[in-house]
């Protein structure tokens, strides 16, 4: 599988109540093109959610997106949502009047993707899907028979079940508690390397990024600039006596340091 997203000089700003414009991102370059978890990692508020939505095309009602620059998807300008970018986001946002095989089938109720494929096909990958994550002892409940880290599971599958080129996720198991995110992350982990494809993965844990990431790309505070992008050779699922390793720590410390330096907003170190 080939894919590339390109992002050349973007710039964002929003309007500001005074008359004014806020601006979130600034002189943004990133360039993806490989598969891989790529960790977006920065403060609270710097404009990474911003970022990540335009890599889907998705664009905010009103407002010009981005500002200045472009997106580039396999060369081609990105200027509304992409049929091959799926996002997954931290309120999983599953349908409580359908059940759990239904939630997950609903993108191919939509012609894009009911088009692609046939009734056999569409059924087949739901059922290979939901058993990836666990779930097919789960087919029939509804969302709120489920937990928390089972709805996300849910969210995952309906995502993955596309076999998405790109899958964008916003903080997806930011909610969750620590023993769920942790098994969260080493789901993620198997499931990429069943189907590999660009994961752009936004979160503002250190730890999380360290766990997950191929590449860790790191911005500042807003307006949203990189300060840091480099690779983590360590292959997945990476231990816990990795995590507590000299390689480990000092690489925390990188990127701690450069948000620290920023001056504002929330960063996280898991424990």
Partial sequence: MTVS??????????????????RVVDGLNLTIDEPGIVMLLGPSGCGKS?????????????????TGGQVLIDGTPCTGPHDDAV??????????????????????????????????QREQRVSETLAAVGLADKAKLRPFQLSGGQNQ???LARALALRPRILLMDEPFGALDAQTREEMQELLGQ????NPCVIVFVTHDVTEALILGDRVVVLSAGPAKVVDDFALPEARPRSHAWQRSTEAQELE??????????????VRVSV
């Fill in 191 to 194: 499931l990429y390397a069943e």
């Fill in 153 to 155: 599971r849910v969210a």
């Fill in 50 to 66: 911003t970022i990540l939505r335009m890599m889907g095309g998705v664009r905010p009602h009103g407002v010009v997106s981005p």
């Fill in 5 to 22: 997203i390109e992002l050349e000089d973007i710039v964002q700003e929003y309007p500001h109540p005074d008359g004014g414009v806020n």
């Fill in 253 to 266: 410390e990188r990127i701690l340091g450069h948000l620290h330096s920023s001056g504002r907003g929330q």
């Fill in 87 to 120: 996002m997954v986001f931290q309120q999983y946002a599953n349908r409580p009047d359908l059940t759990v095989w239904d939630n997950v089938m609903f993108p191919f109720t939509l012609s894009l993707w009911r088009s692609r494929f046939t009734r056999e």
